[in-house]
């Protein structure tokens, strides 16, 4: 199935190009309108210069007048094996559907709401028949029907025209016109954006980030190089203030020598303040409280090492050393989970 994008935006026309799927492009004076081209004209030759096939309008009231405005785009520089010309189903688009693709050119006959439209096009050579499924669907008309039976006609009288879906709205629209068999689809960048999203996909891609970076990262590439250092004789006041500047729910106590006595936590302060819930305790010295036993690791190991610690204790923080039993950071494991370093 051959796939188109539906815009006239040139932004978005320029980004969906770079995936190097796409056939070409169909496009709208309606679009252009949108966008608020003025020059269309000169957006056609741009368009043409920047996708494989252009598919645009040629308006006309009579069929003279389609034709006409066909070998005058022509003429402007638009090549005939790379151009599409888009004209409305109805007995003067029909005419100059024969004499154009007689002659050499591409037709799209579009706006198909009916099997006979699609046979009369079918009849004029067209090279695509284009129903609109959304703004049959939208009408309450079983578009998928129609299309179904557009893709069995072509193929029942070996015609060589492609039945093109349009009007598409989302991404199931994409496995219908898939499942029918349909030879091209056209389709708007917002939901083209769409067809490769799948949580199951997103999350497996996040497992195997995870796992790649417990096998290969350091704990000193990930972890938080703050060093929220308190003494036991600082208070809880002024503790609390160095846990809330360093954005992590852990402070380090250390005693006159520097060395690590252990770890205090947001939970742990919860914990006591709903057993003594009439004490002040803002005053408090640190030596007052009970504190943990640091969970530790040397920043030279592995991410996978840190996440077994964090498995084997519960724990939200593990203390970082250098090898010299200095502090040189924080490994937090809410932050390691927003970053999608690590999957617990």
């Known amino acids: ?3 188109y994008l ?3 935006n040139l932004q978005e026309i320029k980004e969906a190009f ?3 799927v796409i056939t070409g492009l169909t496009t709208t004076p309606t679009f252009m309108h949108k966008e608020g081209i003025k020059n269309i004209d000169e957006t056609i030759l741009q368009l043409a210069a920047t996708v494989p096939i252009l598919q645009i309008e040629a308006l006309g009231n009579c069929t003279e007048s389609i034709c006409e405005e066909a070998h005058r785009l022509i003429g402007l520089g638009l090549k005939k094996n790379k151009t599409v010309f888009k004209i409305p189903v109805n007995n003067e688009g029909i005419k100059a559907c024969k004499y154009l693709t007689d002659n050499g050119f591409l037709v799209n006959i579009h706006l198909v709401y009916t099997l006979q439209q699609a046979y009369m096009a079918m009849l004029a050579k067209a090279t695509y028949i284009c129903p609109l499924v959304g703004r049959l669907q939208d009408q309450g008309h079983d578009a998928l029907a129609l299309l179904k039976q557009c893709v069995a006609m072509v193929e029942k009288y070996q015609s060589t025209a492609k039945i093109m879906f349009s009007s598409v709205r989302n991404t199931e629209h994409i496995r219908n016109a898939l ?7 056209t389709v708007p960048w917002k939901v083209l954006q769409k067809m490769n999203d799948n949580h199951f996909t997103t999350l497996g891609l996040q497992q195997f980030v995870a796992d790649t970076h417990a096998m290969t990262l350091k704990v000193k590439e990930v972890m938080t190089k703050v060093k929220p250092i308190v003494s036991l004789q ?3 006041s002024y503790s609390l203030v160095k846990m809330t500047q360093s954005g992590l729910g852990i402070i380090v106590i250390v005693d006159e020598t520097e060395k690590i006595k252990g770890v205090y936590t947001d939970g742990d302060l919860r914990r006591y303040l709903e057993k003594n819930t009439q004490e002040n305790i803002t005053k408090k010295k640190m030596a007052a409280f009970d504190y943990k036993v640091p969970i530790f690791l040397y920043e030279e190991a592995l991410l996978s090492d840190a996440i077994y610690l964090f498995q084997k204790h ?6 970082i050393l250098d090898t010299e039993e200095n502090l040189v950071g924080i490994l937090d494991i809410q932050h390691l989970i927003q970053k999608n370093m690590i999957k617990i």
Not at 314 to 319: A, K, L, R, S, V
């Open 1 to 3: 199935m051959e796939l």
């Open 6 to 8: 539906d815009s006239a």
């Open 18 to 20: 770079t995936l190097e």
């Open 179 to 185: 499942n029918i068999g349909v030879h091209a689809c």
């Open 234 to 236: 600082d208070t809880l």
């Open 314 to 319: 519960t724990i939200d923080n593990i203390i």
